[in-house]
């Protein structure tokens, strides 16, 4: 019906076309032939579809009628032969409806619906021999059916003969069953057997059909599952066409952009070649121009060459020239040093008795004051109470209540002086006791003045005490070619008038002064320490240990040192190898308690105890210090311990430094003034002159040793203690 309606509709266009007369003509007999042509396909069509379904069920009935293998290929290859026809069929209906013309055209496309025509008339041709063509497949396809049924009509009389002749021998049997039965047994049982055979034949012929039957469901199941794979060998086939598309467009893209590339590469390298040559070019003039210039540098280098071969041998001259020059150099300035050192020695013995005589004119016992500034935290305004003198080192002003007190002392200390820059005025003074002189260098003042800053300093800024022992210990290591010499260090405490050994391992030992049993008349302190100094790092020793044993017998290190005198003990032993010449000297460094009254400030129980303990060993040192000023017979030396352990170092032959320190503030002011008054009181009194303590070798010993050390009774004040203990 489709195909029809087309073909009205491309009849309708081409009549719609057709302008001219002879075309309409021409056109409406083409129209009349393709609708007789169509109406023929139409008939054509109509029986072989009215015939197929004859012809199917003629071949499902010769299949059910027959089981034979040959009947059933030959039905196999009648049914795709009728799937092609099929087939065709549909193709042939498909391309008529695909060539129906469009359903709107104008007059003026006539060219086109010419060509369209004759298209049309191709198409028209070409349908007619497809049709012709199936006719005769059909004919054929006939033929083959006549045949088959021919076959089949041939196999079907065999058939029939064949049961007919099953049944003639079966009525045979059965009459020859009859005639055996009466005759005998064995013959009934052959005809049993017979019969068994004809029925299992029977169920064999059953069981082929139904063989047939399973193979025939199979058959179809194997067509339809060949349509399946078919299908999807399309959709394959698509795939793979669009995928070779895609393959073929990228390929091109590449194909594009690997010419775009080379392009681009071809075009770079033109330029860069361009620039290279261009390069050559200059490196070629560089070149021209250069060779000149490496003309000259090679023969700089062959003279050089020539310079660095002979180097050698013009090194060795000039190494043996200069040489000779050093060593003559050498002999002249160690001659030069040797003149230099025997200068240097005599300058030195010329100052130390320039200084031994100044001591000596000054009087024995000198007094400096050292002012300490105002620490962080002290508020109080130091300059009017304090002043200096910018002339006069020796000179201190204090106002007092309006009033301005002088002070003169042999030296003042401003607070900014340095601990380098006291130890430096008290030097020569410490190392007088390697000549033998008895020195003490005690400090005096209040509590918090800066007694123990000065003698003990701080680490960082160590004071006299541990600069007075390494200057002692770098002096004899010097003089260590000549001299045998021996320091010896003690440290004690005097507390409450008791005296304890700060580098003993007894700490809750109390130590007393005697008189040694050797007649000598001298003093010493049974059970105290004497640790023997033999290098740098004794010192450190030394201190620590006196620090720590002082703070373990106490809880408060600073309130205790307040209230205690601490002592530095240091001997200094000598012999000299080649003249037997012996000193022995001795250098004490005192920190004194603190000097303000406290008694007056009503103390009470352990704290009054101890100021009186102080007052009493500070008024015996005033008393003993007065003595010796008024030349008295009878100096107390024994009112304290203090002044009794001091005593070899106040007597005539001793040099003494007291520094008396001074507080800045003004809440001090009262406690200053007595300070400073007791300090000049004590700078007015002459110890007469100092004196050595040395000794000429008299015995035959060959190697003096310090246990052989007589010491020389003392000379100067008329004292009852003397010596060393
Ligand atoms: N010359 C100085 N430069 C800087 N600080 C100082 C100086 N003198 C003293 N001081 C500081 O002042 C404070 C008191 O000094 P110091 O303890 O030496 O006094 P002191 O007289 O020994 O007291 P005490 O009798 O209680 O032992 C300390 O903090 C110390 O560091």
Redesign the pocket.
């Known amino acids: 019906n489709h195909c029809v309606c087309v073909s009205v509709a491309g009849v309708r266009a081409v009549q719609r076309l057709a302008e001219p007369q002879e075309q309409q003509q021409h056109s409406n007999c083409l129209i009349q032939e393709g609708e007789q042509l169509i109406a023929a396909l139409r008939t054509q069509v109509g029986e072989l579809e009215e015939k197929l379904p004859d012809q199917t069920q003629e071949v499902e009935r010769l299949r059910s009628g027959v089981g034979a293998t040959d009947l059933e290929k030959h039905l196999e290859l009648l049914v795709v032969e009728n799937e092609r026809l099929k087939q065709e069929l549909k193709a042939c209906k498909t391309s008529l409806l695909q060539e129906a013309p469009p359903p709107a055209c104008t007059a003026t496309d006539c060219p086109h619906s010419q060509v369209r025509m004759g298209k049309i008339n191709q198409q028209l041709e070409e349908s007619k021999l497809h049709v012709g063509e199936m006719q005769r497949q059909l004919e054929e396809s006939k033929c083959q059916q006549g045949e088959v049924e021919q076959q089949l009509s041939v196999r079907l009389r065999d058939c029939e003969e064949e049961l007919a002749r099953q049944a003639a021998r079966t009525h045979q049997v059965k009459y020859v069953t009859e005639i055996v039965e009466v005759e005998s047994s064995g013959s009934q049982q052959a005809v049993t057997e017979a019969q068994a055979k004809s029925a299992a034949l029977q169920e064999q012929l059953s069981l082929q059909r139904q063989l047939l039957r399973e193979l025939e469901t199979q058959l179809h199941e194997s067509q339809r599952t060949s349509t399946q794979l078919r299908a999807q060998i399309l959709v394959y086939e698509g795939e793979m066409e669009r995928a070779q598309g895609q393959l073929e467009a990228e390929m091109q893209n590449l194909e594009e952009e690997k010419n775009r590339v080379i392009e681009e590469a071809f075009i770079r390298a033109e330029s860069e070649m361009k620039a290279v040559h261009e390069n050559l070019a200059g490196v070629r003039m560089n070149l021209l121009t250069l060779q000149p210039a490496l003309r000259t540098l090679t023969c700089d280098y062959n003279c050089l060459k020539r310079q660095v071969q002979d180097f050698p041998f013009m090194l060795e001259k000039a190494m043996t020239e200069a040489k000779q020059e050093i060593c003559q150099v050498i002999g002249e300035v160690s001659s030069a040093n040797q003149e230099l050192l025997r200068k240097y020695k005599r300058e030195m013995n010329l100052r130390k008795k320039c200084h031994n005589e100044l001591v000596r004119l000054k009087g024995n016992i000198r007094v400096f004051c ?1 002012v ?2 105002v ?1 962080r935290g002290e508020h109080d305004s130091a300059e009017n109470m304090v002043s200096f003198d910018p002339d006069d080192d020796a000179l201190l002003y204090l106002s007092n209540k309006g009033k301005l007190m002088t002070f003169e002392l042999d030296k003042v200390f401003h ?1 900014q ?1 340095t601990q380098e820059g006291v130890f430096q005025e008290v030097q020569s003074l410490v190392t007088s006791c390697i000549d033998g002189f008895n020195v003490c260098i005690f400090a005096y ?10 003698m003990e300093g ?1 680490a960082k800024d160590p004071g006299i005490n541990q600069r007075a022992l390494r200057l002692l210990f770098s002096e004899v290591t010097e003089k260590a070619p000549d001299w045998d010499f021996k320091i010896t260090v003690s440290m004690v405490e005097i507390y409450n008038e008791t005296l304890r050994n700060l580098l003993g391992d007894n700490q809750g030992e109390k130590l007393d002064i005697k008189m040694n049993p050797d007649g000598s008349g001298q003093l010493y302190v049974p059970g105290l320490t004497e640790f023997t100094v033999q290098s740098p790092e004794d010192i450190n020793r030394v201190f620590e240990l006196g620090h720590m044993n002082r703070a373990t017998a106490c809880t408060n290190l ?1 309130e205790h ?2 209230r205690s005198h601490a002592l530095l003990i240091i001997t200094v032993a000598g012999v000299n190898f080649s003249t037997g010449h012996r000193t022995q000297g001795k250098l004490n460094l005192v ?1 004194l ?2 000097s303000e009254r406290i008694a007056k400030s009503g103390a009470e129980g352990s704290r009054l105890r101890e100021a009186q303990c102080i007052n009493k060993s500070l008024s015996a040192l005033g008393d003993v210090i007065n003595a010796l000023r008024s030349r008295h017979s009878h100096v107390p030396f024994r009112n304290s311990r203090l002044t009794y352990l001091l005593s070899d170092s106040l007597s005539g032959d001793s040099k003494t430094l007291m520094m008396v ?1 001074v507080s800045p503030l003004v809440c001090n002011m009262s406690e200053s003034v007595c300070s400073l008054k007791f300090a000049q009181r004590v700078r007015t009194i002459e110890l007469g002159n100092a004196t050595r303590r040395q000794w000429e070798n008299s015995s035959t010993t060959s190697s003096p040793t310090h246990d052989s050390i007589v010491l020389a009774p003392s000379s100067g004040q008329n004292m009852d203690m003397s010596g060393v203990f």
């Open positions: 050292r300490r500034p620490c607070p002086a003042g209040q509590t918090g003045s800066g007694k123990t800053y000065t701080v600073n040192s307040s920190d308690a603190g320190q």
